[in-house]
């Protein structure tokens, strides 16, 4: 059993790497530009064992995807539980200014997540699809802050909450 568990770690780590080096030749040469015998080359492993771990390119995108929404959602766990008794305006100041240093301290999962947003829709329906499913969570969760800062008085009734969540999600996103 032992060795079992020792194989799965090593595998898992393995991914991560993965995944990480992924993100990063990924952000600087674009999606479309990266092959995976290129990845493959990059981290020092054979084309056949990164096939092993991801079989397809769209695999390797979408556990990307995935990792990065892991990592970016635990940034703001005390947001999203004790947070919620804070008013609004300071939930929101708290999670921009998350995303913000997020961002500044992991400047390639930005550019992932441009790239993503540039290149997928054209050229794969399922990461696409997984993009926008991943983009609409963020944005409720500022459409469900500002709607409860309204109901606090804190916002203008007139206000779109979605307007506005969209709004400044898609300017902290492309800073």
Same mark, same amino acid.
């Given at each position: 059993?032992?060795?079992?568990?020792?194989?799965?770690?090593?595998?898992?780590?393995?991914?991560?790497?993965?995944?990480?080096?992924?993100?990063?030749?990924?952000?600087?040469?674009?999606?479309?530009?990266?092959?995976?015998?290129?990845?493959?080359?990059?981290?020092?492993?054979?084309?056949?064992?990164?096939?092993?771990?991801?079989?397809?390119?769209?695999?390797?995108?979408?556990?990307?995807?995935?990792?990065?929404?892991?990592?970016?959602?635990?940034?703001?766990?005390?947001?999203?539980?004790?947070?919620?008794?804070?008013?609004?305006?300071?939930?929101?100041?708290?999670?921009?200014?998350?995303?913000?240093?997020?961002?500044? +301290?992991?400047?390639?999962? %930005?550019? =992932?997540? @441009?790239? !993503? *947003?540039?290149? /997928?829709?054209?050229?794969?329906?399922?990461?696409?699809?997984?993009?926008?499913?991943?983009?609409?969570?963020?944005?409720?969760?500022?459409?469900?802050?500002?709607? +409860?800062?309204?109901?606090? %008085?804190? =916002?203008? @009734?007139? !206000? *779109?909450?979605? /307007?506005?969540?969209?709004?400044?999600?898609?300017?902290?996103?492309?800073?």
């Amino acid at each position: 059993m032992p060795k079992r568990t020792a194989k799965q770690e090593r595998a898992e780590r393995t991914r991560l790497e993965i995944l990480q080096a992924g993100i990063d030749l990924f952000a600087r040469r674009g999606i479309l530009a990266t092959t995976m015998n290129e990845l493959a080359k990059a981290i020092k492993m054979t084309p056949g064992a990164l096939y092993w771990h991801f079989p397809t390119k769209e695999d390797l995108l979408l556990a990307a995807m995935e990792e990065l929404h892991r990592r970016f959602i635990g940034e703001f766990t005390e947001v999203l539980t004790e947070g919620r008794k804070w008013p609004a305006r300071k939930q929101l100041r708290v999670i921009f200014e998350r995303q913000k240093a997020f961002f500044r +301290y992991h400047p390639t999962h %930005g550019i =992932f997540f @441009a790239m !993503l *947003s540039c290149e /997928a829709p054209y050229n794969n329906q399922r990461v696409a699809e997984a993009l926008r499913d991943t983009l609409i969570l963020y944005v409720a969760a500022v459409e469900g802050i500002v709607k +409860y800062g309204q109901r606090r %008085g804190e =916002f203008r @009734a007139d !206000l *779109s909450a979605n /307007a506005f969540a969209h709004a400044m999600l898609s300017s902290h996103l492309g800073m």
